[in-house]
């Protein structure tokens, strides 16, 4: 599975999204160690809840209700989502959940070709909404007459700067890489493990259909158990996995759902205010890849719901239909 992950997983790795724990084992007590790779996870968590914080005093006593409180208020929402998607991350690899799963799984040979050909095309597509979105940020911190130093609170917002404050644009156009990596990847990796859990809870119902086919609907105690079994891993996996990824999810739907409206109002009524048409079109991106993002959330969310109660129920009536039959027969004899 690791291998199948490898581009997307080196990718996120660049950004303390992902990490491994070094294990060692002893008679006594199961030890682990850190290794760089979770020290810079930490580092990168640390850094973005700080953000976080920052953008707390982004608002004054002098703002009004117009298009720069709009874009304050999107600002917030959009650290905190990815605030919130970096420490799921980071706890799904702490606790080891999201590695176990990995090594857990046996992927057939069409499976692993699947996983591998998505796991590329998602590195691409996520790799791809970085460059863009970074190329209008630049445009708006560095180009657009300051209407992007908000950002750069509290030295913007809260003290009077007249001078160019090119080191505080720098630092944080570098920030803003891990803030939009931290809201595009772990959305990326959601929808990939949605797909694969997906592609396997087909994979049992095929077999359960090719069993009834073969067997011409005569399903033995043991092939139903069989399956059944298969299908019973594949939830646990699934519901190990929700119980560090829901959190991410609901801030996902939650906070993405919000600044969708609210760019959308923008967009319909401070339109005029708007005036540089660089910045119309990265106000247009970025409702774009928050609508993306919300399908991606509630299709994962979506077909992993339909699958797991289609899949157990069909196990179901089946394993209670041969069971009465055998009672049936059992009687006559």
């Known amino acids: 599975m690791t291998d199948c992950l490898r581009p997307l997983l080196v990718s996120m790795r660049l950004f303390g999204l992902y990490f491994v724990r070094d294990s060692e084992a002893t008679n006594e007590q199961n030890k682990c160690k850190c290794n760089a790779w979770m020290i810079y996870a930490v580092v990168v968590l640390v850094l973005l809840w700080l953000n976080v914080v920052r953008m707390l005093s982004i608002f004054n006593s002098e703002d009004v209700f117009d298009t720069m409180v709009l874009n304050k208020l999107v600002s917030v929402i959009w650290v905190i989502q990815c605030a919130v998607s970096q420490t799921s991350f980071y706890a799904s690899c702490h606790l080891g959940t999201l590695h176990k799963v990995f090594a857990k799984m046996k992927l057939s040979d069409e499976c692993a070709v699947y996983i591998r050909r998505v796991a590329v095309i998602f590195t691409v597509a996520a790799w791809s909404a970085m460059a863009i979105g970074s190329v209008f940020f630049l445009y708006g911190l ?56 997906t592609f396997q809870f087909k994979n049992v119902g095929e077999e359960l259909d090719r069993c009834l086919e073969s ?17 019973q891993e594949i939830a646990m996996s699934v519901s190990n996995i929700d119980d560090c990824f829901m959190f991410s999810n609901a801030a996902a739907f939650c906070c993405q759902l919000g600044c969708f409206i609210i760019l959308l109002y923008m967009l319909i009524f401070y339109h005029s205010d708007i005036d540089d048409p660089v910045l119309v079109t990265g106000y247009v991106f970025w409702m774009v890849l928050m609508t993306v993002g919300l399908v991606f959330t509630s299709a994962g969310g979506i077909q992993i719901n339909h699958y797991v109660s289609i899949e157990l129920h069909c196990i179901g009536i089946w394993h209670v239909s041969c069971m009465s039959h055998r009672s049936l027969y059992g009687r006559r004899m």
């Open 142 to 197: 560095f180009f657009a007459n300051g209407s992007m130093d908000y950002s750069l609170a509290p030295i913007a917002t809260q003290w009077t700067v007249s001078s160019l404050i090119l080191v505080p644009r720098i630092v944080m156009y570098i920030l803003f890489f891990y803030l939009l990596a931290a809201h595009v990847f772990p959305q990326a990796m959601t929808y990939l493990l949605a797909r694969f859990f």
């Open 215 to 231: 067997d011409d609907g005569r399903v033995g105690d043991a092939d139903i158990e069989a399956i059944r079994h298969k299908h």
